[in-house]
């Protein structure tokens, strides 16, 4: 199990925000929990010096290309980069050093998920450099992948098939459990424990974690198997719950525990 850090970016800055409240309309409805007065190269290179790789920097809608693009060039090839990708500029993102690209709205059309342009863009960029953000919102039945912010419901539910089938496409899997993003209000245990079910790459859970013992119960829950990022709880992004260094130290005791991929 690693810690995977994050770089949320909206409005060219860095912050931290509740998932569920983002709109495309306005930012009347808009929770933020920080903002940052620090450049996004900050965080970067904060986590290249602890030797972090597997972060994603997110592009929270437009206006975050430029301060992205600083996160990059901080640590190339150290960090992923999602939010906008699509086939016509997945692989210009890769060559500014994005690790790899991490994509969901694109490969979707009317709720559905379009394989044809999937493997259009595995071809453009290679499985091997493309994450599937597959961040999900419980609905009657189960989870289902949601999109265009979080806020359109895909008919894509989250299942040992679904995880199976799109596991052939991508190099990683990136599921915020967006009912919960945000909220340091604790992790969704029942996604948790699906996604440690299922899983057969490697996968990062986000969303809820707010103490130590959120970060103890996906390890134990995830059976090993799952990555965690950590947001609104970590003391460098305003938070009280935790602090960034007793989250990478628990990073590193659990590579020394043998438990880390």
Known sequence: MRFRPCIDLHGGRVKQIVGSTLQHAGAEALRTNFTSDLPPSYYAILYREDNLPGGHVIMLGRGNESAALEALRAWPCGLQLGGGITLDNAAWWLEQGASHVIVTSHVFHDGLLDEERLGRLV??????????????????????????????????????????????????????????????????????????????????????????????????????????????????????GLTYAEVVAFHRRQGEAGTGR
């Open 123 to 240: 071809e453009r960029v290679g499985r091997e450099r493309l994450v599937l953000d597959l961040s999900c919102r419980w609905r009657e039945d189960g989870y289902y992948v949601v999109t265009d912010l979080w806020q359109r419901f895909t008919s894509l539910q989250v299942s040992g098939p679904t995880l199976a089938r799109l596991a052939e496409f991508c190099d990683e899997f990136l599921v915020h459990a967006v009912d919960v993003e945000g909220k340091c209000m604790g992790v969704d245990d029942r996604l948790i424990r699906l996604l440690a079910e299922y899983v057969t790459i490697p996968t990062t859970y986000a969303g809820g974690v707010a103490s130590m013992a959120d970060l103890e119960l996906i390890r134990d829950a995830g059976q090993g198997r799952l990555d965690v990022t950590v947001g609104s709880a970590l003391d460098v992004f305003g938070g009280s």
